[in-house]
């Protein structure tokens, strides 16, 4: 039987994995040492190694949030792959595990907004554009209530065309985190692009006058002709 290159690269290395993972065995890894070697392997586009680093450390902690939230993530690599590779098939199960690891970092840290993210990205690219609005509504009114999940909700409506909806949302992660200067200058965006320029400089210059350091404002501020505020934060003081 003639055996193509690529399964014997394959092959050689799987079983370098094995022999790595039996060695780390005998030393009695850690758990932290599986969850650096597994980011070691992402670091390096490894994901078939990484996902034995993981699942050994699932293995050893299941509940553990971060860990759940990086076998989403190579979950994720592999969909992106099998769509690229037109296997519709692989790429749904690798979706659907994917949403089922976000859920349940989500369910182990409630709140936790890198993994609400990724799972509303999962069920976007199935294709379950209400089942991920519904993802951020929960979050929005269950997981805070907070300025990021409004924010985030807030351009998943307008994604959608919901540009009054979203508006609304924009308006309450600024009503609800005055202070934010992220929040002041997403809402500023928002309504320079619905064409609301006066009000959009505005919220703008409230960004600025909070922190001056605030992506993309001073640029936006400035091709708009505006001028800057004073700023109260001392971090942009000369």
Known sequence: MIVGRSAIRNGGMVLSL????????GCQTTYGRLRLEGHRAMSKNDYRAA???????????????????DLGMVAMHYARERFEQRNEPAALR????????????????PGMQSAIVAKNNALELKGNYDSALTEAEWAAAFVGPSAKAYMFLASELEERG???????????????????????????QFLLRRGQNDAAIESLQNAYEIDPLTPGVVSTLTDLEAPLPRSNNRKGSS
């Not at 699942?55 to 759940?68: I, P, T, V, Y």
């Not at 690798?94 to 840290?109: C, G, K, T, V």
């Not at 508006?167 to 997403?186: D, F, G, K, S, T």
């Open 51 to 69: 996902r034995v680093f993981f699942n050994e450390a699932h293995e050893r902690k299941a509940g553990d949030a971060e860990n759940l939230f």
């Open 18 to 25: 094995l022999i790595l993972m039996a060695a780390m065995t």
């Open 162 to 188: 919901d540009v009054d909806a979203a508006l609304l949302r924009y308006r309450q992660a600024v009503a609800i985190e005055p202070r934010n200067a992220v929040a002041h200058a997403e809402l500023g």
């Open 94 to 109: 690798e979706l659907d595990q994917a949403i089922w690891y976000f859920s349940r970092a989500i369910e182990s840290r």
